[in-house]
Each structure stands twice: as structure tokens, then as C-alpha cells.
């Protein structure tokens, strides 16, 4: 317990030296809620912040809604100005979002690089690792 306490301590410290001293737009996420809560800064899911919901969509859909509905025009305009991307917990994350998640980066940013050529910052806590990998 207390070495948990001592890596959030230490990844909150990080989150606020990159989000204060880069000039770049920074977004921070977290896998549920209640972790984006605890990290502060402004921090959201990563769901929200990509505009994926729940992940019940196929890429083909979103890339459709991202071009055409309005209600995503929010989620495209944060993918579009950042910069870099702190994703905390990501060993919580399954392979299918991460890859939503990816794909819509590229697709909104016009760019045939890793996550649209957002650089992405992530922490993976060994302590749940084994839990994800049941997923994949």
C-alpha cells in the first residue's frame, strides 16, 4: 500500500512538470473516472477525451461519426490540439480501445504515424498486469 501511494505521489509530480513547463498542449487521461479524479490537472478518461464511449462503435463507424456528427466535434477538436498525451493506468486499458483509440488519432490528424504523432506518455503498474493481459 504504501509503495502505491509513493508511485502516485511520484506520477502526480510528473503529470505537473510536463503539464507546467512545455509550451505544448498536454492532455491527461486515465482509464476509469475515479483514477482521471485522483490524477487532477484537468484529467478525464480516456474514453471522453477520445470520443469513443464505450467502445461499442467498429472504426469504420467512428471515422463516420467523427466526420459527420456533431456531437463529436468536441472530442475531434481536443484530439487535434494535442500535443502530448499522459494515460495513466494503461495496463487497465484492453487492446480494443487502445487500438479505437490510436486509429481515430491518425485518422483526425492526417498523420500515417503512431497515434497521429501525438507523443504518449503512460505509466503501467505491474500490479495490474496480469488482470489486462486476460483481455487481450
Given at each position: 500500500?504504501i509503495?502505491?501511494?509513493?508511485?502516485?505521489?511520484?506520477y502526480?509530480?510528473?503529470i505537473?512538470?510536463?503539464?507546467?513547463?512545455?509550451?505544448?498542449n498536454?492532455?491527461?487521461t486515465?482509464?476509469?473516472?475515479m483514477?482521471?479524479?485522483?490524477?487532477g490537472?484537468?484529467?478525464?478518461?480516456?474514453h471522453?477525451?477520445?470520443?469513443?464511449l464505450d467502445?461499442r462503435y467498429?472504426?469504420?463507424q467512428l471515422?463516420e461519426?467523427?466526420?459527420?456528427?456533431?456531437?463529436?466535434?468536441a472530442?475531434?477538436?481536443?484530439?487535434?490540439?494535442?500535443e502530448i498525451l499522459?494515460?495513466?493506468?494503461?495496463?487497465?486499458?484492453?487492446?480494443?480501445?487502445?487500438?479505437?483509440?490510436?486509429?481515430?488519432?491518425?485518422?483526425?490528424?492526417?498523420?500515417d504515424v503512431?497515434?497521429?504523432?501525438?507523443?504518449?506518455?503512460?505509466d503501467?503498474r505491474?500490479?495490474?498486469?496480469?488482470l489486462?493481459?486476460t483481455?487481450i
Amino acid at each position: 500500500m504504501i509503495h502505491m501511494k509513493i508511485v502516485s505521489i511520484y506520477y502526480r509530480e510528473l503529470i505537473h512538470d510536463i503539464s507546467t513547463s512545455t509550451k505544448r498542449n498536454v492532455a491527461v487521461t486515465a482509464t476509469t473516472g475515479m483514477a482521471s479524479m485522483q490524477l487532477g490537472y484537468k484529467s478525464t478518461t480516456l474514453h471522453h477525451w477520445a470520443g469513443i464511449l464505450d467502445g461499442r462503435y467498429s472504426f469504420g463507424q467512428l471515422e463516420e461519426l467523427f466526420r459527420n456528427d456533431d456531437n463529436f466535434a468536441a472530442a475531434r477538436e481536443r484530439i487535434q490540439k494535442t500535443e502530448i498525451l499522459i494515460i495513466d493506468e494503461i495496463s487497465m486499458l484492453s487492446k480494443k480501445i487502445f487500438e479505437q483509440v490510436e486509429s481515430i488519432c491518425r485518422l483526425l490528424l492526417k498523420k500515417d504515424v503512431v497515434f497521429g504523432g501525438i507523443q504518449v506518455f503512460t505509466d503501467m503498474r505491474l500490479l495490474h498486469l496480469q488482470l489486462s493481459w486476460t483481455r487481450i
